[in-house]
Each structure stands twice: as C-alpha cells, then as structure tokens.
Nanobody, 133 residues
C-alpha cells in the first residue's frame, strides 16, 4: 500500500505563496486519485482540491488561488498556494484513494484524531500552514 510523506508549509504573509509537497512510496501514485484537505482551528477537516482521473476540482474558498498537480514519475503530488489569506491558516493533509473511486464518491470531509486522519484512504502526516503578517 502507499505511504505519503508531506513537506513544505510553514509561515507566510498575506498575499504570499507556498508549495506543499506530498511524496508517495510503497506503490505507484499513478494507481491513485489524489487530493488535499485542510483543518483550520475550530473547524472540520474539509477537502480543498482533488485530482481524479485527470479532472481537477477545487473548493470555492481556494479556486483561482490554489493548484493541485502531480508528477507520477516522481511519485509526488503538489499543492501550489498563491495569494494566500489569513483564513488559509490550517493543517493541510494530502490524500490518496484507489483510482476506481473519485473524490466525489469519497467525500469532502475527513476525521482527525489528535493530529492524524483516520478512516478510509491513505493520508499524509499533516503540515501546518500559518498566514500572518
């Protein structure tokens, strides 16, 4: 099965940019659809971007500012975040699901216990992103 390790993230000023990286191992990422979720303080964990069978989808909160991409040769998924806002402050999680399932079927929410996403799918360890002046 696939394992996901995230990197990137940190602190950025409003209007700035960051790129999150999610490196897969144990299986070819090309066998999976991929996505990004986030949990802001006091809020539910929610999907913000997905790439299912080549189709990109974005939550309205990030549409036009964030871009999800993948490099199957590098077994890596990216989330490029531009024009960042205070409300983008959150823990970000990458996700992978078998390619027979779309993220529409998988759902828009995730369950976090402590700092770990539990339940179906494969998840990265989470990365803090803080937008602050």
């Amino acid at each position: 099965e696939v394992q996901l390790v995230q990197s990137g993230g940190g602190a950025v000023q409003p209007g700035g940019s960051l790129r999150l990286v999610c490196k897969a191992s144990g299986a070819p990422l090309s066998d999976y659809n991929v996505g990004w979720y986030r949990q802001a303080p006091g809020n539910e964990c929610q999907r913000i971007a997905s790439l299912s069978s080549g189709t990109e989808q974005y939550d309205d909160a990030v549409k036009g500012r964030f871009t999800i991409s993948r490099d199957n040769a590098e077994n890596t998924v990216y989330l490029q975040m531009n024009s960042m806002k205070d409300e983008d402050t959150a823990v970000y999680y990458c996700a992978a699901i078998m390619s027979l399932i779309s993220f529409d079927e998988f759902g828009t929410k995730c369950t976090v216990v402590g700092k770990t996403v539990v339940g179906a799918g494969y998840w990265g360890q989470g990365t803090w992103v803080t937008v602050t002046s």
